[in-house]
């Protein structure tokens, strides 16, 4: 392309005739000039349908700007030939000013059409960005609302057991008052019972015999034994409840695990059914920082579970290990086990599978939120044999 042309790019004759169009401006010219008029590309060969041009026929070139586009050829005056040529350019000249109008039309609508792709591909990645943000809001949303379901039910469990610590210290207290002078008489009346035995001497023999006091004296005595023992475990009971509780110490103390789950099982073993056998194997563990009263309430829940999927009759156990950095607690029931469509939900809150009025379906809920709360987690899995196994991994 020349400067100064008026076209922005060069044209070539195939660009502006059709081979039909060629063979009827041929026709034309032919009728104009009364002799066969050829028409030739800009290298000098037929266009399209054309005949070649008879040997020394006069040449006039088809220009539009500067170079010639193609030729008329014609055994006829030059000056007649250079005439319908000027004709002939005419008409290119309008077919390329419309073709370049068509081109420049087309390059605008090319240009509009990827910005447009632009502006959409810019709206689809700008769509896509707040789906995610939308996403991750939903999903911060949930967890914070996760979270504070959590809190609320620790915040729960913690005045709930604040009471229980407050009952266990005031029913400590109340009932170690009358135990205290309970035990003082029992030993005035251990010693006053062997003083009087030496009415022996004193009471006749006959009169011994008819009061049958050899029994009397023989059936107080074991009075005197069964009630000093039922004596001590009223204390052990009070003893136990108030260590199972621990909620009158409310910080963190560092204590033995174990010591804890024995005062638990010493409280349960009380409550449950006859046909449940209860067996502890806890082996030596490293001490552990912990609300223990806290802790105390979620492996109370826990067992409760096991010990109502035995109710009929079955084995509980509790276990404790140290496994490497972290302590485990499993306690393992032979019952039934838990059906794989429930055992998903079982920590859901409300969730229960008792009657109305029989469970709030917070147990386990609650249990794994204080775990959790304690850095550990917890697990249950119903094992082929049967039987299911919770198990608690806190780290020592």
């Not at 028409?39 to 070649?52: E, I, V």
């Not at 502006?119 to 809001?137: C, F, T």
């Not at 950095?325 to 019952?335: A, C, F, M, P």
């Amino acid at each position: 392309m020349n400067p100064g042309n008026e076209f922005d790019r060069d044209f070539t004759l195939q660009e502006l005739l059709a081979p039909r169009d060629a063979a009827e401006l041929c026709a034309a010219a032919t009728g104009l000039l009364g002799v066969p008029v050829s028409l030739l590309d800009a290298g000098g060969a037929p266009f399209a349908d054309s005949a070649p041009p008879a040997p020394g026929a006069a040449r006039a070139p088809l220009v539009l700007e500067l170079e010639p586009l193609g030729f008329l050829a014609a055994d006829c005056p030059p000056s007649a030939l250079a005439g319908i040529a000027r004709l002939l350019r005419w008409g290119l000249l309008s077919r390329a000013r419309l073709r370049m109008v068509s081109d420049l039309h087309l390059e605008a609508v090319r240009a509009d059409y990827a910005k447009l792709q632009q502006q959409n591909e810019a709206l689809k990645a700008s769509e896509a960005k707040y789906r995610e943000l939308a996403a991750n809001l939903d999903a911060k949303v949930r967890e914070q609302t996760q979270i504070i379901d959590e809190r609320q039910r620790q915040l729960y469990q913690a005045e709930r057991l604040a009471s229980i610590g407050q009952l266990a210290a005031g029913v400590a207290h109340e009932i170690n008052n009358p135990l205290g002078f309970i035990g003082s008489n029992l030993f005035a009346a251990e010693r006053y019972r062997a003083q009087l035995a030496a009415l022996r001497d004193v009471i006749p023999p006959a009169v011994w015999q008819q009061q049958d006091l050899d029994f009397v004296f023989a059936d107080f005595a074991d009075l005197l034994r069964d009630t000093r023992e039922g004596l001590e475990r009223i204390a052990r009971i009070v003893r136990d409840l108030k260590g199972f509780s621990s909620v009158d110490q409310p910080e963190e103390q560092l204590v033995d695990l174990n010591a804890q789950l024995t005062a638990l099982l010493a409280v349960v073993n009380g409550q449950k059914p006859e046909a449940v056998n209860l067996v502890a194997d806890l082996q030596p563990l490293p001490p552990l920082m912990c609300l223990p009263g806290h802790l105390n309430q979620a492996f109370l829940a826990i067992l409760q579970n096991a010990l109502q999927a035995v109710e009929a009759g079955g084995t509980v156990t509790v276990r404790s290990r140290a496994v490497g950095d972290n302590i485990t607690v499993s306690i393992r029931d032979d019952g039934p086990g838990i059906p794989a469509e429930v055992l998903p939900r079982v920590f859901d809150p409300f969730f229960t599978t008792r009657g109305v009025g029989a469970g709030t379906g917070l147990g386990l809920t609650v249990a794994r939120d204080i775990i959790l709360a304690h850095s550990g987690k917890v697990d249950i899995s119903c094992p082929l044999e049967g039987g299911t196994v919770v198990t608690v991994a806190l780290p020592a």
